[in-house]
């Protein structure tokens, strides 16, 4: 997979983004397979929302291309004593024509930093275990699964179980 897109840019998510970034989010979201909703909240929650995290500082990076957001990560810090030192990927999302481009792995990358600077060590994510492409890619950035919430999803029917991952920031912190 080539990582060809020389006009993406990857940045924290700023106010003037956020009615692109909630059209990526619901763009992805309506193709009813990848995120652990089918509808995006509405615009109004949606900037609700980014604001309060953007005053939080917490990571949310989006990539950029011809002023459009074609793609998202975020971790939300966990919250609550003995929980401080993890977070989660809530959702990310790369729009379809943008993907296996390089650029998840770029948002990944922008926000695990960040996330290791605001004092993170653990980050998880749950992937249902029919998305093999990005179960696939959370390997690859060194994600491992911890376990499987059974038959957790049924859509339009179908069941899907629901895969916990999880990565240590510091390297010196085996996950096992
Ligand atoms: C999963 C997702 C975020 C990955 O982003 P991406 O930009 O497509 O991934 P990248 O191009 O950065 O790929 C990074 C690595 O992941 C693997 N990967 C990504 N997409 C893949 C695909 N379709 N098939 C197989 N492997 C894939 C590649 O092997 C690649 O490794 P390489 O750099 O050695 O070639 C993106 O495909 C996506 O948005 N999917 C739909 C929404 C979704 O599933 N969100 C996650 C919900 S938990």
Known sequence: MSDTNESISIVPISEQYIESFHKCLETVASERKYLGYVNAP???????????????????????????????????????????????????????????????????????????????????LLVYASNVNAIDFYEKIGFVCEGTKKKARKLDGEYDDVHVMAIFLNPEVPIA
């Not at 949310?60 to 459009?68: E, G, L, Q, S, W």
């Not at 998202?72 to 943008?98: D, R, Y």
């Not at 600077?117 to 998880?124: D, N, Q, T």
């Open 42 to 124: 509405s615009l109004e929650d949606t900037r609700e929302n980014v604001l309060a995290h953007m005053q939080r500082g917490t990571p949310r990076y989006i990539a950029v291309k011809d002023d459009k957001v074609v793609g998202w990560c975020e971790v939300l810090p966990n919250q609550g004593e003995g929980f401080n030192h993890s977070g989660k990927i809530n959702t990310m999302g790369v729009s379809a024509a943008f993907r296996g481009q390089g650029i998840g792995k770029k948002l990944m990358s922008a926000t695990l930093s960040a996330a290791e600077l605001c004092g993170m060590e653990r980050v998880e």
